[in-house]
């Protein structure tokens, strides 16, 4: 699969079970590949979806392994767009916050990753509850040749 003939969108569903989530790192980097990114691109987008994702199983459903992720990959000419959709708790989007990044200790990064990994990332609250997250990466001329 080529950057030229990839044209049609991918749609996983999985479990909330932090045990399939080698199985869409593994979607997310061959998409993105496909799509057009370079390898260091792909490997910074891998990690935005993985850290979105865990955080929904973290928060959206409190480490219950019994919700539903919804992710879209949809590629366009110049760029990669991924929806990741929850079913859970759905948390005000304007109190997300990452931590203070002078702050020492682990935990509270996956908002960081995932703002330096994209170009445009938007949440927004369906009428059915939960929440979608959309992050677009564009994909230069350069990367695409």
């Known amino acids: ?85 929850d079913f859970g708790s759905g948390g005000d989007p304007a109190t997300f916050r990452g931590r203070d990044l002078t702050e020492l200790r682990s935990g509270g990064l996956g908002l960081h990753f995932i703002e330096s990994s994209v170009d445009q990332m938007e949440y927004t609250r369906p009428a059915g509850g939960g929440m979608v997250l959309k992050l677009v990466k564009f994909i230069s001329k350069q990367e695409k040749a």
């Not at 935005?48 to 919700?67: L, M, P, Q, S």
């Open 1 to 85: 699969m080529t950057a030229a003939s990839f044209t049609g969108s991918v749609f996983l569903e999985v479990p909330s079970d932090p045990l399939v989530m080698s199985a869409v790192r593994a979607v997310t980097e061959k998409v993105s590949l496909a799509a057009g990114l370079g390898g260091e691109e792909a490997d910074k987008l891998v990690l935005a979806v993985d850290e979105a994702c865990t955080n929904v199983i973290r928060h959206a459903y409190g480490n219950r392994r019994d919700g539903r992720i919804a992710i879209t990959f949809a590629p366009g000419p110049d760029r990669l767009e991924i929806t990741i959709r």
